[in-house]
């Protein structure tokens, strides 16, 4: 199993030296990747490009370019300049978002995420494989039929034959279809004891790729949030806002796919009672309502030890990377913890 680290989102002030310096401790540990993602602020492709820039041996990953925010050649163009100017080290991770910043900040309509997911990603292929595109689908048709526009092939060519796609999925379908279509999955919320009923969906979705074909060479990211410290319950205390704006924020009352997941994943009154208090604004309350448990369940909290322990049952039950955010408040502390879970995974005896 591998490290890897998640740096977000620039919201301001120094955040973006802050991370290049996470980023560089990460590099220097050994760590295999690091990600950066996207909502409505800052966007994944010019950071990622800034820290290739200072970096030569971690991997770079969008976790997640939003399907909606990019046609698929644009996604393709900028996949490959990222491969060129990063030396190979770009990881390309898609995601649909959600219905309210698909249609309310894209412009772009949230129906069938499957079918356009699957539509996106082989034109993204296609134009990566340096094909003249040609394509017609319910959501894609390149070139439009009836103007001017003729088949073009994307005239620079990436470090690699094939740039790894990622999906980021939660609900059963899009799992099965991460395992179908793509070379890895990004996981979030991931409890160990949870993780093979996932793993399932996307064994299932392989297995329609090709039989048989298993898990072999696809890349299981679990995003976990850590906190080093001997109070658990303190540890947990800045994982709480995380939990409960996915929870009972990231979407409306009717299609939030985290509070979803929460529900099959066994927390269905307190994922409706933390959804109720954060959609009635009472954010505080909200973040009181996540259990302990849950929590603890998908996260890396306490000292070495511990984590290693943890680390050991994700590494069990099929994780192959784990992609780590830090919740300290400084820098520093993130970086003490960064060495802290590199030392657990020594000591459990389980990286790469």
Same mark, same amino acid.
């Given at each position: 199993?591998?490290?890897?680290?998640?740096? &977000?989102?620039?919201?301001? &002030?120094?955040?973006?030296?802050?991370?290049?310096?996470?980023?560089?401790?990460?590099?220097?540990?050994?760590?295999?990747?690091?990600?950066?993602?996207?909502?409505?602020?800052?966007?994944?492709?010019?950071?990622?490009?800034?820290?290739?820039?200072?970096?030569?041996?971690?991997? !770079?990953?969008?976790?997640?370019?939003?399907?909606?925010?990019?046609?698929?050649?644009?996604?393709?163009?900028?996949?490959?300049?990222?491969?060129?100017?990063?030396?190979?080290?770009?990881?390309?991770?898609?995601?649909?978002?959600?219905?309210?910043?698909?249609?309310?900040?894209?412009?772009?309509?949230?129906?069938?995420?499957?079918?356009?997911?699957?539509?996106?990603?082989?034109? !993204?292929?296609?134009?990566?494989?340096?094909?003249?595109?040609?394509?017609?689908?319910?959501?894609?048709?390149?070139?439009?039929?009836?103007?001017?526009?003729?088949?073009?092939?994307?005239?620079?060519?990436?470090?690699?034959?094939?740039?790894?796609?990622?999906?980021?999925? !939660?609900?059963?379908?899009?799992?099965?279809?991460?395992?179908?279509?793509?070379?890895?999955?990004?996981?979030?919320?991931?409890?160990?004891?949870?993780? %093979?009923? /996932?793993?399932?969906?996307?064994?299932? %979705?392989?297995?329609?790729?090709?039989?048989?074909?298993?898990?072999?060479?696809?890349?299981?990211?679990?995003?976990?949030?850590?906190? !080093?410290?001997?109070?658990?319950?303190?540890? =947990?205390?800045?994982?709480?806002?995380?939990?409960?704006?996915?929870?009972? %924020?990231?979407?409306?009352?009717?299609?939030?796919?985290?509070?979803?997941?929460?529900?099959?994943?066994?927390?269905?009154?307190?994922?409706?009672?933390? /959804?109720?208090?954060?959609?009635?604004?009472?954010?505080?309350?909200?973040?009181?309502?996540?259990?302990?448990?849950?929590?603890?369940?998908?996260?890396?909290? %306490?000292?070495?030890?511990?984590? =290693?322990?943890?680390?050991?049952?994700?590494?069990?039950?099929?994780?192959?990377?784990?992609?780590?955010?830090?919740?300290?408040?400084?820098?520093?502390?993130?970086?003490?913890?960064?060495?802290?879970?590199?030392?657990?995974?020594?000591?459990?005896?389980?990286?790469?």
């Amino acid at each position: 199993m591998r490290l890897g680290l998640n740096i &977000g989102f620039v919201f301001g &002030g120094d955040d973006h030296l802050d991370h290049l310096r996470l980023v560089k401790e990460a590099e220097a540990l050994g760590f295999s990747v690091t990600w950066a993602a996207e909502a409505y602020g800052s966007d994944a492709a010019t950071l990622l490009s800034w820290i290739a820039a200072q970096t030569s041996t971690i991997d !770079v990953g969008a976790a997640v370019f939003q399907i909606p925010a990019r046609t698929p050649a644009m996604t393709a163009m900028t996949a490959a300049t990222l491969d060129r100017l990063s030396n190979g080290r770009f990881r390309l991770g898609l995601g649909v978002s959600g219905p309210q910043v698909s249609e309310g900040w894209h412009g772009v309509r949230f129906a069938k995420p499957l079918t356009r997911t699957r539509e996106y990603v082989a034109i !993204v292929n296609s134009a990566m494989r340096r094909e003249t595109v040609v394509f017609e689908g319910e959501h894609f048709t390149l070139p439009l039929p009836d103007g001017p526009g003729k088949p073009l092939k994307l005239s620079i060519r990436p470090v690699r034959d094939h740039v790894p796609i990622y999906l980021a999925a !939660v609900g059963p379908k899009n799992l099965e279809l991460a395992g179908e279509i793509a070379d890895g999955w990004l996981g979030i919320l991931n409890d160990p004891s949870y993780l %093979g009923e /996932q793993l399932n969906h996307i064994k299932a %979705g392989r297995a329609a790729r090709q039989p048989d074909l298993g898990l072999d060479g696809f890349d299981v990211v679990a995003s976990v949030p850590v906190v !080093v410290g001997d109070d658990l319950e303190a540890a =947990a205390e800045p994982i709480r806002g995380y939990t409960a704006l996915y929870i009972g %924020g990231m979407g409306s009352r009717e299609k939030n796919f985290y509070n979803a997941l929460a529900v099959r994943m066994g927390y269905e009154k307190e994922a409706k009672d933390i /959804q109720d208090l954060y959609l009635a604004k009472k954010h505080r309350e909200a973040m009181a309502a996540v259990p302990q448990g849950f929590i603890d369940s998908i996260s890396l909290l %306490g000292g070495k030890e511990r984590i =290693a322990e943890k680390l050991t049952a994700y590494a069990e039950a099929g994780t192959t990377t784990v992609a780590l955010t830090p919740f300290e408040p400084t820098v520093e502390q993130r970086i003490a913890t960064l060495r802290t879970v590199a030392e657990a995974l020594d000591l459990a005896g389980i990286g790469d």
